[in-house]
T-cell receptor
Framework: NAGVMQNPRHLVRRRGQEARLRCSPM?????VYWYRQLPEEGLKFMVY????????ESGMPKERFSAEFPKEGPSILRIQQVVRGDSAAYFC????????????FGPGTRLTVL | QKEVEQNSGPLSVPEGAIASLNCTYS??????FFWYRQYSGKSPELIMS????GDKEDGRFTAQLNKASQYVSLLIRDSQPSDSATYLC???????????FGSGTRLSIRP
């Protein structure tokens, strides 16, 4: 049973470009969560999604950030017009529908904004 | 007050000793509590979950929960150098499915 998959593992963007981060949950998991970890800091919740629905986006910055989890395909975290402060590790986690508080993390995408 | 608080460390423990990691949380209605281990440059790995007051043991790890004191701890017996990592305390608040993480405690096991 493959774990949570994220790609790319490393992403370099210049200021003003767009970053797209992808996450495929574990098989049988229909709930996806995105977290951001700044250097030397803890994990900060960003957004919680089910297929075709955003359940909780209370941690998402109001501008430039969006997330989706379409019926088919991976969940996407999109950051428009990136700035240096967006440089961080972005982790995706997934959980089974019957146990949403038990989350398993992917390897993360490390975004560097030049 | 932070929702989940941990001492950032580093906590240095000799090999073979017991490492004790502590965490407090602010939402009294929280029901689910977790400990994750994160090696440098890697993703968090779930090592323990606990839902009721008392102790829960799994191998060398024991999680302790005291809801009255809003306190969670993790004990690691017979500490090994491979236990050196950052340990993240995580709490699922009463009103949400999201998990709130503490900032982590860096643990260093010295040979």
């Amino acid at each position: 049973n493959a774990g949570v998959m994220q790609n790319p593992r490393h992403l370099v963007r210049r200021r003003g470009q767009e970053a797209r981060l992808r996450c495929s949950p574990m098989k049988g998991h229909s709930h996806v969560y995105w977290y951001r970890q700044l250097p030397e800091e803890g994990l900060k919740f960003m957004v919680y999604l089910q297929k075709e629905n955003i359940i909780d986006e209370s941690g998402m910055p109001k501008e430039r950030f969006s997330a989706e989890f379409p019926k088919e395909g991976p969940s996407i975290l999109r950051i428009q017009q990136v700035v240096r402060g967006d440089s961080a590790a972005y982790f995706c986690a997934s959980s089974p529908p019957e146990k949403t508080d038990t989350q398993y993390f992917g390897p993360g995408t490390r975004l560097t904004v030049l | 007050q932070k929702e989940v608080e941990q001492n950032s460390g580093p906590l240095s423990v000799p090999e073979g000793a017991i490492a004790s990691l502590n965490c407090t949380y602010s939402d009294r209605g929280s029901q689910s509590f977790f400990w994750y281990r994160q090696y440098s440059g890697k993703s968090p790995e779930l090592i323990m979950s606990i839902y009721s007051n008392g102790d829960k043991e799994d191998g060398r790890f024991t999680a302790q929960l005291n809801k009255a004191s809003q306190y969670v701890s993790l004990l690691i017996r017979d500490s090994q150098p491979s236990d050196s990592a950052t340990y993240l305390c995580a709490v699922c608040p009463s009103s949400a499915s999201k998990i709130i993480f503490g900032s982590g405690t860096r643990l260093s096991i010295r040979p």
